[in-house]
Nanobody
Framework: VQLQASGGGLAQAGGSLRLSCVAS????????VAWFRQAPGKEREFVAV??????RYADSVKGRFTISRENAKNTVYLQMNSLKPEDTAVYYC???????????????????WGQGTQVTVSS
């Protein structure tokens, strides 16, 4: 599976962006797909994950971000609303077919990663 993340850019605080993660390969619909982010000088952190109809969010983005997927397009989206300067980071999508749901917040659970897309939120 190859992943291509896009949609990053510059937004003002309170604004919105939508990230896309497009995957190659069949059976993508069976994969857990997550978004992680990494700010300068910080560790990569979990943002959101989707598998089937189940979703999970980091507390820091709950109520502001929404993860969804469009299986016909092999695409997972991250709609980001009410953006804050602290959301500034490189955002990565990740996928794996065999993750245990309880571990899906851990970067080590994923075998496949996209290249990252920069999100910058100005105050």
């Amino acid at each position: 599976v190859q992943l291509q993340a896009s949609g990053g850019g510059l937004a003002q605080a309170g604004g919105s962006l939508r990230l896309s993660c497009v995957a190659s390969g069949r059976a993508f619909r069976t994969y857990a797909v997550a978004w992680f982010r990494q700010a300068p000088g910080k560790e990569r952190e979990f943002v959101a994950v989707i598998r089937g109809g189940n979703t999970r969010y980091a507390d820091s983005v709950k109520g502001r971000f929404t993860i969804s997927r469009e299986n016909a397009k092999n695409t997972v989206y991250l709609q980001m609303n009410s953006l804050k300067p602290e959301d500034t980071a490189v955002y990565y999508c990740a996928a794996d077919q065999n993750t245990i749901w309880s571990t899906t917040i851990e970067a080590s659970a994923y075998d496949y990663w996209g290249q990252g897309t920069q999100v910058t939120v100005s105050s």
